[in-house]
Structure formats: structure tokens, C-alpha cells
């Protein structure tokens, strides 16, 4: 079975500061997908990342980044500089390629507090 | 509109009363998921469809609980006999792709409360 551990409920920083958001994953399959994805005060998902499970790149965009460890089953998020409009609820979520089982596996959540 | 498309956004009944909440789907997407949110929690998956294929159920909590989705597009999720415990936001996404790697495209919710 698939799970998605966000061990971190709630975060709090002052804007400008770095701040890294943890996820961890458990699957059988060798091919799966991670993602991130950013729910604001209004309430609509919205995708940010999807990696593969082949792909173990880094990735950057703008103020965001990704560190995805197959060795530690990790996909942990980590915002540079941060800024009050970063303030929401991130999840992480999973997904196996297998056909008939590809429904999206969702952790608790983290919510982010940027204190201006 | 593009995105997609839920009704009721708000829906307030009582206790053993059933509810219909509406999905429609962005225009092509052949997978479509209802997820429910319970307040402070993470995203429960309920079901999931994907084009012509058998959906699948694995995630509703009780037999209370059904969807359909109508010549692969609007979908229902019925709630038979409302619970308390029910009350959630309930969230419908859809996508283009199958296999797992598809970017899912999520509604507003419907918030569901039941007195």
C-alpha cells in the first residue's frame, strides 16, 4: 500500500527566511510519481511539481525547489525567501503507474505561516 | 468556464437526509476524482474514473456512499442517509492523463454539513 508522511502539521517563519517543508513516501512499485501541490486560504488545489520515479534531478523554480531521495523515500519542498503570499497548506501525494491503481495518495498536510 | 465545476459549493441538511454534489469536469478529461476533506485533515481518495473502465471504489467509506459519472463527463457523488460525520468539504479534480502521471485539475469543493 501506498503512504505519504508529512511530519511537519504546521510551520511558522518571518518572510525572507528559508524554509523546507519534509515529505516521505512508501510504495511497492518501482515506478510512481510524486507531487506537490498548494491549497491558499480560498481553497482550490493547485499543482506545483510532479517527478517521476526515474528522475532523481533537483529541480528549481523561482523561489522553490525540490530534493527528491529515492535512498530516504524523500520529496521535501523548500521555498527561499519566503513571502507572505507562500502562506498556505502544502501537500505532498503519490502516485503508482500501475494500470487500476492510480489514484493520488495524499499526506496530512502542511500548513505554512509567513509572519511579515 | 475552463476550470473545473462544482455544485453546491455550500449545502447545509439534516441528519439522514441524502445529498447529491455535481462535478463537471474540464472539457476532454478523461479522469475524474472526488477526494473528501475533513476539516484540518488531509485528502481522503473516494473514487476515481477513468474513461470507460471499471471506477475505482476502493476509497468510499460505507455503502452510503455512490457516484456515477454520465457519458464521461458530469459526475455525482451521492450521500444516502447523511451522517454527522460526513460533514466535509468534498473536492472533485480531473485530469488528461491516465497511469498515475497526470497534473489534477481540482473544483472549489462542496462543503457539505450535516446538522
Known amino acids: 500500500a501506498q503512504k505519504v508522511t508529512q511530519a511537519q502539521t504546521e510551520i511558522s517563519v518571518v518572510e525572507k527566511e528559508d524554509v523546507t517543508l519534509d515529505c516521505v513516501y512508501e510504495?511497492?512499485?518501482?515506478?510512481?510519481?510524486l507531487f506537490w501541490y498548494k491549497q491558499p486560504p480560498s481553497g482550490e488545489l493547485v499543482f506545483l511539481i510532479r517527478?517521476?520515479?526515474?528522475?532523481?534531478q533537483n529541480e528549481i523554480s523561482g523561489r522553490y525547489s525540490w530534493n527528491f531521495q529515492k535512498s530516504t523515500s524523500s520529496f521535501n519542498f523548500t521555498i527561499t525567501a519566503s513571502q507572505v503570499v507562500d502562506s498556505a497548506v502544502y501537500f505532498c501525494?503519490?502516485?503508482?503507474?500501475?494500470?487500476?491503481?492510480?489514484?493520488?495518495?495524499f499526506g496530512t498536510g502542511t500548513r505554512l505561516t509567513i509572519i511579515p | 468556464g475552463a476550470g473545473v465545476s462544482q455544485s453546491p459549493s455550500n449545502k447545509v441538511t439534516e441528519k439522514g437526509k441524502d445529498v447529491e454534489l455535481r462535478c463537471d469536469p474540464i472539457?476532454?478529461?478523461?479522469?475524474l476524482y472526488w477526494y473528501r476533506q475533513s476539516l484540518g485533515q488531509g485528502l481522503e481518495f473516494l473514487i476515481y474514473?477513468?474513461?470507460?473502465?471499471?471506477?475505482?471504489k476502493s476509497g468510499l467509506p460505507s455503502d452510503r456512499f455512490s457516484a456515477e459519472r454520465t457519458g464521461g463527463s458530469v459526475s455525482t457523488l451521492t450521500i444516502q442517509r447523511t451522517q454527522q460525520e460526513d460533514s466535509a468539504v468534498y473536492l472533485c479534480?480531473?485530469?488528461?492523463?491516465?497511469?498515475?502521471?497526470?497534473?489534477?485539475?481540482f473544483g472549489e469543493g462542496s462543503r457539505l454539513t450535516v446538522l
Open positions: 479534480a480531473s485530469s488528461t492523463s491516465s497511469g498515475g502521471a497526470g497534473e489534477l485539475f
Open positions: 510504495t511497492r512499485d518501482t515506478t510512481y510519481y
Open positions: 517527478r517521476n520515479s526515474f528522475d532523481e
Open positions: 501525494a503519490l502516485s503508482e503507474a500501475r494500470r487500476g491503481n492510480e489514484k493520488l495518495t
Open positions: 472539457s476532454g478529461h478523461t479522469a
Open positions: 474514473f477513468q474513461g470507460n473502465s471499471a471506477p475505482d
